[in-house]
């Protein structure tokens, strides 16, 4: 991907638009140095937002549970979001939304710090390209694990939350993996870098339970689609030697949609019918 920061549209700051490449943040900006960031990833299909306030309301959720309560509600954010989409004339792409402490005050209580928010938006096809959705992506299981919600409020959409997922990316990307299997503290399943993990077992859905990781947007869309076609759902404990098990596994997120998974570590799964079932069921909907 070229430079995001060179490149021709406007970005949504602080209640205006503003050309994109005088949309900067100063070095001493608290965000940047604490993790005192919250954001959203969206996608647009047909210059529409899926889910948009749904995101819109994560957003402002995140943030106070950061303790920056945002400056706008919910419909200034919406309507800017999409403004921002048209005036950048996206039809299939992604937009982020993020709110962030500012260089008003470096001390880490930030209690004189201004809260920001912005909204970009590009043209992003499918992550890994539209021939995985058929062949599918490998994943390996990485050493870092994800944490209690003592630590961070893992509940929210929050920069220093996603450090781990960073970190476990990075070290699949080097030896050739698409992305991770990421375990919680405990050695259940927890997640891939930035999707939620679904498993099928005997043609029933199983996802882990969402108390370590950010409880997603599409994996709550999946699995009422997958109701709707008549397919059991469970939320679980799943064991590395169930996962092993099992006769299918993909990955879903809005960056994501729906992703198979053909390879965890050595073992090898195949695309099966429920997989493809839910892919073609998403692209419906999202593109209904």
């Not at 996962?243 to 198979?260: K, W």
């Amino acid at each position: 991907m070229a430079d995001l920061a060179d490149r021709e549209g406007y970005i949504w700051m602080d209640g205006e638009l503003t050309p994109w490449r005088e949309s900067r943040v100063h070095v001493l900006t608290h965000g940047l140095h604490y993790g005192t960031s919250v954001f959203e990833g969206e996608r647009a299909y047909g210059g529409r937002i899926f889910k948009l306030t749904e995101h819109t309301e994560r957003l402002r959720r995140s943030a106070e549970l950061m303790s920056f309560p945002l400056p706008f509600d919910t419909a200034t954010l919406e309507r800017a979001t999409q403004e921002v989409v048209r005036v950048n004339g996206i039809q299939d792409g992604y937009v982020r939304p993020i709110a962030w402490l500012g260089s008003e005050d470096i001390g880490l209580s930030a209690e004189g710090a201004r809260v920001h928010v912005a909204i970009a938006t590009w043209s992003w096809p499918a992550v890994f390209g539209q021939e995985a959705q058929t062949r599918g992506i490998r994943l390996r299981t990485t050493q870092w694990t994800r944490m209690v919600g003592t630590m961070l409020p893992v509940k929210a959409k929050t920069a220093g939350v996603y450090a781990t997922g960073v970190l476990a990316r990075r070290e699949s990307a080097q030896a050739g993996f698409e992305d991770v299997l990421i375990l919680d503290h405990q050695g259940f399943v927890a997640e891939a870098s930035g999707a939620n993990l679904f498993l099928v077992e005997r043609g029933r859905l199983v996802t882990p339970i969402a108390d370590t990781f950010l409880d997603g947007i599409t994996r709550a869309v999946v699995i009422e689609l997958a109701r709707g076609l008549g397919l059991e759902v469970a939320e679980e404990r799943i064991t590395r030697a169930r996962l092993r098990e099992a006769d299918e596994v993909f990955l879903t997120g809005t960056a994501y949609e729906v992703q198979p998974v053909r390879e965890i570590d050595d073992r090898a799964y195949p695309v099966g019918a429920i997989s493809r079932r839910l892919v073609a069921a998403y692209q419906a909907l999202v593109r209904g």
